[in-house]
């Protein structure tokens, strides 16, 4: 009578309700903080827990855990089945544990455990534990149901499992996609100053003709431009490789932002001397901590790309104390960039695949 007065059957429309959150589930653990609320009235347990095999360690991990009742209040100390957990995963058969012992006034201490393959295809992804304290103890009929839950439950796992794998994939080849997209970019723009460098070091050097010192300076200031791309477009693809594996060192220090910025300006002058920068500072600007050359090359990535899309544009650069520090704006009137393609600007090379042919770049990833 008294295990009665703890559980009651669950009839086929209850397997069906399981079974209907199992396959309208759009993430596996909420669809199980779901059906956890709706067996409990009919499958007595206090503690729920996932263990998945870990593809590395190939041992057991805790990935969803719930505690419903006894001992909710002390889930750090109770049992969550570790070892159950273990012994299912290496031999692939149903575990039960009870106590032994007399009943004990400490429910907590005298837990019944039940332990649960989820498998897929022969495959071992896991175990499903269910822990009771007290009592009543697991009747066949429940290890049965116990038994369809978590070939259930290993469906549903199993399927997301498959879709973060996809998802994973899709990722990867996004980013291999625009890597073979820059190297293809990039191999173009290294032989673009490579040839003006070639072409007019060997128009200089030729035997047979004489240039004038007008005509000598005016190859050599080509030369020496395209020289200072070809230097840029290295670094930039070695910053890219090192951010990639995690070995770019920063160099936090106090900084002073106004005089970064006025540098900047100036270097872009120097190959920009008709872009119009309007420059607006908050005085008394507040101190940052930063390094201050990534921050440069960051604000003038920003000129050099309006430089390149909004050729004739006036530029604005407002620095801002804000409550959290300081704010950094640069605008011009280039033609922007379309709404669908904002989410993916600072992904590594990404470029708006519309924009003009002939304006070449690396992309603010």
């Not at 397997?15 to 993430?27: C, F, G, S």
């Not at 969550?80 to 995963?89: D, H, K, R, S």
Request: net charge negative; aromatic share 8%.
């Amino acid at each position: 009578m008294r295990a009665a007065a703890h559980t009651s059957s669950l009839s086929l429309t209850d397997l069906y309700k399981v079974n209907q959150i199992i396959v309208q589930a759009k993430e596996w653990k909420s669809a199980l903080d779901e059906i956890a609320r709706f067996i409990r009235p009919h499958f007595i347990f206090d503690n729920l827990v996932i263990y998945l095999v870990d593809p590395t360690s190939k041992h057991p991990e805790t990935a969803y855990a719930r505690a419903m009742g006894r001992g909710k209040r002390a889930e750090a100390d109770v049992s969550w089945g570790e070892t159950v957990a273990a012994q299912v995963c290496t031999t692939g058969q149903i575990k039960l544990i009870e106590p032994s012992e007399p009943i004990s006034t400490d429910r907590l201490k005298r837990p019944f455990i039940l332990g649960v393959p989820l498998s897929r295809e022969n495959t071992i992804l896991g175990t499903i534990v269910f822990v009771r304290f007290g009592s009543p103890p697991f009747t066949e009929e429940q290890i049965e149901f116990s038994h369809f839950l978590a070939g259930e439950v290993a469906l549903l796992i199993d399927q997301h499992l498959h879709l973060d794998r996809l998802k994973e994939l899709e990722a990867q080849h996004h980013i291999f996609r625009l890597q073979e997209d820059f190297m293809s970019t990039l191999s173009h723009e290294i032989r673009t100053p490579l040839g003006f460098i070639k072409g007019y070091t060997t128009t200089l050097l030729r035997p047979d003709t004489s240039w004038d010192a007008h005509t000598q300076r005016e190859f050599l200031h080509i030369v020496d431009s395209e020289t200072d791309r070809l230097q840029e477009l290295i670094d930039d693809l070695l910053d890219s490789a090192r951010l990639q594996s995690g070995r770019m060192i920063m160099d936090f220090q106090v900084v002073r932002l106004d005089a970064v910025i006025n540098d900047v300006i100036m270097r872009t002058h120097l190959h920009h001397p008709e872009m119009i920068i309007n420059l607006e500072i908050d005085q008394p600007l507040k101190l940052i901590e930063g390094d201050p050359v990534r921050l440069a090359q960051i604000i003038q990535n920003l000129l050099n790309n309006a430089a390149k899309y909004a050729p004739g544009s006036q530029v604005w650069v407002n620095i801002r104390n804000v409550e959290y520090g300081v704010q950094i704006e640069v605008i011009d009137h280039g033609p922007g960039i379309p709404p669908q393609y904002v989410p993916f600007i600072f992904d590594r090379f990404f470029r708006n695949p519309e924009q003009a042919p002939n304006v070449h770049g690396s992309g603010l990833g």
